[in-house]
């Protein structure tokens, strides 16, 4: 059973810090829940699934005969125990917890005018979303608060970032969210400036070769504008497009971003194919500037390759997809997010030391969309696609090895949760 919430519109007097976005946890033989897409089809009368397996090593996974649908291309992202989904198609946003029994039920559903597409979250108790200008128009942002326990909305706000409107339809730019993250009284977002055409999805701007993030006061008050919007040329835009972990967290307070960079951007989404190196970029706990002494060329790191994903898996630790250079790849736009060429691998990055390790046993791969992770026992669970089909790959923390498992029986497996 399920309760459909009013939106309420009152502001959270205080929050604590945003946590890292990874967990962790003794599974102890529970079952693991997985947000399952069966096919390969993006269109907004598709169902996916979640389900529940113990066994990710050797059973097959597929929705067929159980599962809970989940109309329409979903984003997941889960908060303490709750898992919410945000959906196109629908309009609403479900919050999913376990039962005593384990099950799992609805807790809370509301509907929302734009969906929210960029998640962020405050320790395990607040989620954060926003959604992006899709038609192109100098309106306010909203930014949804909403209480993990419950699965309730607590507050809708609107917000500016960065509008410039010249008056002609296509040469102006609108500012679309690429990340959040909280630290102590400030919130930062992470922005591209995409051009204000009808739908301004096509990331078309002189600055795209710059890295952009707008700081405010929090919690933020309705028509809040920015304190002030730093920017960085060592990089570019912050994050890709759909990645929920474009700006992480991590639990001493500093702040990373991940840019793709210029070289092979037609690939990743963009317009824009400069000489830009890929980087990871990084705002420390207490400071509202990045930092002038730390980048992280992943360019140079990697042989030329680009950062396309990343993911806290605890202390200064993150998993990443690098997208290594193919020349056939690199010239068809959004080929990173097909199924036409596997060009990515899966790496280790430790952000204090600033270095880069291919994570073995994982084959090179394709992948659109990703949860935040979950360390779950000392494990982390990957859905990782490769010509041959889907399967699940086991990831060892303290090895830095993944073990190939269970074959996917569909499309991929956007996310794996312990609730």
Request: aromatic letters at 10%.
């Amino acid at each position: 059973m399920f309760k459909r919430s009013a939106l309420t519109l009152a502001v959270l007097a205080a929050m604590t810090g945003c946590g890292s976005d990874s967990s962790s946890s003794d599974n102890s033989g529970d079952p693991i829940t997985m947000s399952f897409k069966v096919s390969a089809s993006n269109s907004a009368d598709q169902i996916e699934y979640l389900i529940q397996q113990e066994d990710l090593k050797t059973d097959a996974i597929s929705a067929q005969g159980a599962g809970y649908e989940q109309t329409s291309w979903n984003f997941y992202y889960a908060v303490g125990d709750t898992l919410f989904i945000s959906g196109y198609g629908n309009k609403e946003m479900n919050a999913y917890q376990a039962n005593d029994g384990g099950d799992l039920e609805k807790i809370n559903t509301f509907l929302f005018d734009e969906t929210p597409e960029v998640f962020g979250h405050i320790g395990s108790e607040t989620l954060l979303a926003t959604d992006q200008p899709r038609s192109g128009a100098h309106v306010p942002s909203v930014l949804y608060t909403l209480d993990a326990q419950t699965g309730q909305a607590t507050a809708k706000t609107s917000y500016t970032i960065h509008h410039k409107d010249t008056g002609v339809r296509g040469e102006g730019t609108v500012a679309a969210a690429s990340g959040l993250a909280v630290e102590g009284d400030k919130l930062f977002v992470a922005f591209h400036k995409w051009d204000d055409s009808a739908g301004g999805t096509n990331y078309r701007t002189d600055e795209q070769d710059t890295a952009f993030v707008a700081v405010y006061d929090y919690p933020l008050t309705d028509n809040a504008e920015p304190l002030k919007i730093i920017s960085d040329e060592r990089t570019g835009h912050i994050g890709v497009n759909g990645n929920p972990t474009n700006m992480i967290r991590l639990e001493n307070g500093d702040i990373y971003t991940m840019s793709h960079g210029g070289v092979g951007a037609i690939a990743a989404g963009f317009s824009s194919n400069s000489e830009t190196p890929s980087g990871i970029l990084r705002i420390n706990s207490g400071e509202t500037e990045f930092d002038a002494d730390y980048f992280l060329n992943i360019s140079e790191k990697t042989d030329g390759g680009r950062i396309f994903w990343f993911s806290s898996i605890g202390g200064n630790k993150v998993l990443a997809r690098i997208l290594t250079a193919n020349e056939a790849a690199d010239q068809v736009s959004w080929s990173a997010f097909g199924k036409d060429f596997h060009t990515m691998k899966l790496v280790l990055i430790d952000l204090e030391e600033q270095t880069v390790t291919d994570v073995e046993g994982v084959p090179m791969h394709q992948k659109r969309w990703t949860s935040p992770l979950e360390v779950i026992d000392g494990k982390v669970y990957l859905s990782i696609e490769t010509p041959d089909g889907a399967h699940v790959y086991e990831y060892d923390v303290a090895t830095n090895v993944a073990t190939k498992g269970a074959k996917i029986v569909g499309k991929t497996i956007k996310g794996f949760y312990d609730l």
